[in-house]
């Protein structure tokens, strides 16, 4: 799926996304501790990690198939792709993929 433009919705007030937002950035931090440096919160609520050329991989909540889930969106070269991870910890692990990746290092956790 190629994605233009935000597509990201606000986070809900209510502290269940906070509370799994925190979540992932703490997988992210534990895993990666130099993110520390690059890790932000973007105007949506989004967790974002900027990338070359103005690109970065966001991570929020969505609204697909009547209810608000938690999304990964990573740049490509025409586009974006959307990610849809079953959990916290699955949506921690696609950004460190795609981190890794655009990186050239080190192999994310498994």
Known sequence: MTITGPVLAHPSTGGTARHEREQIRALLLERRPELTQYLQV????ALLLP??????????????????RWVVVVPEADGAR????ASVLAAARIAL??????????LSDR
């Open 97 to 106: 993929a795609a981190w890794d990746q655009e990186r050239g290092g080190r």
């Open 42 to 45: 973007g105007p949506s609520g």
């Open 82 to 85: 959307l990610r849809e991870p």
């Open 51 to 68: 990338m070359a050329a103005g690109r970065g991989i966001e991570i929020g909540r969505m609204r697909r198939r009547g209810r608000a």
